[in-house]
């Protein structure tokens, strides 16, 4: 398996824009995690899928953030209108459903810059 | 909820020494625990994972301590090597909580 698979890696926009990051989870794995990184804060959980549902969005910033999960290989985070503050390095993660809850598979992130 | 921190943000060890990196948590009720490492440019990576009912367990070079009682959380690795250099991180959740990771502190290998 190639792993969890984001895209893009990198992504830079201007204020206001929309911006759309993408998330491959590993075949057969049963939850998904998005999380945000950046130096003053550290890694946040912004919300995770459980069999494609949403189970916890409450580390969602606001409502300029929203999760799609349409099916079991796909996820979508998307920002808009984007702000400066924004600029983060976003992680998807998954993890199979008999794994402890740390064993999370991460990907390699999307660094997003809002200009 | 849960806050989590990390002794210090810099470890500079020599190769092939012990590394030893220290992490405090703060909710009593935190039943697991975990460290994570970070390589530049890469996701967080599993490495060990402890629950409350133990105060120590080992892996590959690899041991990771638990003190409820101070509630401290430490990760030992023996004999580091320069692919040990990353960020280490730890995480602490038990029950309906989610996950709280501390922020970090980069493990520096001196040739």
Request: glycine share 10%; net charge negative; proline share 6%.
């Given at each position: 398996?190639?792993?969890?698979?984001?895209?893009?890696?990198?992504?830079?926009?201007?204020?206001?824009?929309?911006?759309?990051?993408?998330?491959?989870?590993?075949?057969?794995?049963?939850y998904?995690f998005w999380y945000?990184?950046?130096?003053?804060r550290g890694l946040e959980l912004l919300i995770y899928f459980n069999?494609?549902?949403p189970i916890d969005d409450s580390g969602m910033?606001?409502?300029?953030?929203?999760?799609?999960?349409?099916?079991?290989?796909?996820?979508?985070?998307?920002?808009?209108?984007?702000?400066?503050?924004?600029?983060?390095?976003?992680?998807?993660a998954?993890l199979?459903?008999?794994?402890a809850p740390g064993e999370q598979?991460?990907?390699?992130?999307?660094?997003?810059?809002?200009? | 909820g849960e806050s989590v921190g990390?002794?210090?943000?810099?470890?500079?060890?020599?190769?092939?020494?012990?590394?030893?990196?220290?992490c405090a948590y703060s909710n009593s009720a935190s039943d697991y625990f975990i460290?994570y490492?970070?390589?530049?440019?890469?996701?967080?990576?599993?490495?060990?994972d402890i629950r409350s009912?133990?105060?120590?367990?080992?892996?590959?070079?690899?041991?990771?301590?638990?003190?409820k009682?101070?509630k401290?959380l430490?990760?030992?690795?023996?004999?580091?090597?320069?692919?040990?250099?990353?960020?280490?991180f730890c995480a602490a959740g038990g029950g309906a909580d989610g996950l709280t990771f501390g922020?970090?502190?980069?493990?520096?290998?001196?040739?």
């Amino acid at each position: 398996d190639a792993g969890v698979i984001q895209s893009p890696r990198h992504e830079v926009t201007e204020m206001g824009q929309e911006v759309t990051l993408r998330c491959k989870p590993i075949s057969g794995h049963d939850y998904l995690f998005w999380y945000r990184q950046t130096m003053m804060r550290g890694l946040e959980l912004l919300i995770y899928f459980n069999n494609n549902v949403p189970i916890d969005d409450s580390g969602m910033p606001e409502d300029r953030f929203s999760a799609k999960m349409p099916n079991a290989s796909f996820s979508t985070l998307k920002i808009q209108p984007s702000e400066p503050r924004d600029s983060a390095v976003y992680f998807c993660a998954s993890l199979g459903g008999l794994a402890a809850p740390g064993e999370q598979f991460f990907g390699p992130g999307t660094r997003l810059t809002v200009l | 909820g849960e806050s989590v921190g990390l002794h210090l943000p810099t470890l500079s060890v020599q190769e092939g020494d012990n590394s030893i990196i220290n992490c405090a948590y703060s909710n009593s009720a935190s039943d697991y625990f975990i460290w994570y490492k970070q390589e530049s440019g890469k996701g967080p990576q599993f490495i060990i994972d402890i629950r409350s009912n133990m105060d120590k367990r080992q892996g590959q070079r690899v041991t990771v301590l638990l003190n409820k009682t101070v509630k401290h959380l430490s990760l030992q690795i023996a004999a580091t090597q320069p692919g040990d250099s990353a960020v280490y991180f730890c995480a602490a959740g038990g029950g309906a909580d989610g996950l709280t990771f501390g922020k970090g502190t980069h493990l520096i290998i001196q040739p």
